[in-house]
């Protein structure tokens, strides 16, 4: 069964610290990976998905399939990034996506 | 642009009353669609989506029922809500292989 597992529901720190928001995956098959963000007040929008490769608003993923990780990362947190990130996954084409449960990210002055 | 609308944004509603739930996509056409249902520690959990004109598929048994009339619009509905069923609905779209774009979300409360 596919699942997505973010162990941490919230994470606080500090301004210009390092930041990695924790993703697991369950897969059989070749998924592919995203990360959502939900600022406050905002609609969930996507971040970042594995197959683009690419960096937005200073954050990377790399999917690990070793592992079956797609860790968030960010080498200098700032306060804007505080929001709520949901990791997902799907098999690809026209099929719902498997959400993790969310993790809060505080980052605090 | 391709838009997403949900109506109403909020909702209070007593226990044993229906609800319906309105989803409307602009500038696209024959989009899959999805309703999924945001409650508090329990994150994004997928209840209906929709790959055409009267084509629902469910993922989870519960009191609540999916409608697509028209190929731009998804109906969330239930006969008679239960307090379990409050929380934040999502509608969302995806357009072949593209990635799930979101609505703003109703948030119903449940009495």
């Known amino acids: ?109 | 642009s391709q838009t997403i609308h949900q109506w109403p944004a909020t909702l209070v509603q007593p226990v044993g009353s229906p609800l319906s739930l309105e989803c409307t996509v602009e500038g696209t056409s024959n989009p899959n669609l999805y309703w999924y249902r945001q409650a508090a520690g329990r994150g994004l959990q997928l209840l209906f989506y929709s790959v055409g004109i009267g084509q629902i598929s469910s993922e989870v048994p519960q009191n609540l029922s999916a409608s697509r009339p028209q190929d731009r619009q998804f109906i969330l509905s239930s006969k008679k809500l239960l307090l379990s069923d409050s929380g934040f609905y999502l509608c969302a779209r995806s357009q072949g292989t593209d990635t799930q774009y979101f609505g703003p979300g109703t948030r119903l409360t449940v009495l």
């Open chain 1, 1 to 109: 069964a596919q699942r997505v597992t973010q162990p941490e529901k919230l994470l606080s720190v500090f301004k210009g610290a390092p930041v990695e928001l924790k993703c697991n995956y369950s897969y059989s098959g070749s998924p592919e990976l995203f990360w959502y963000v939900q600022y406050s007040r905002q609609r969930l929008q996507l971040l970042l998905r594995h197959i683009s490769r690419e960096s937005i608003k200073g954050f990377t993923a790399d999917l690990n399939k070793g592992e079956t990780s797609f860790h968030l990362k960010k080498p200098f947190a700032q306060e804007e990034d505080s929001a709520m990130y949901y990791c997902a996954l799907s098999n690809a084409g026209n099929t719902p996506l498997v959400f993790g449960k969310g993790t809060r990210l505080s980052v605090i002055a």
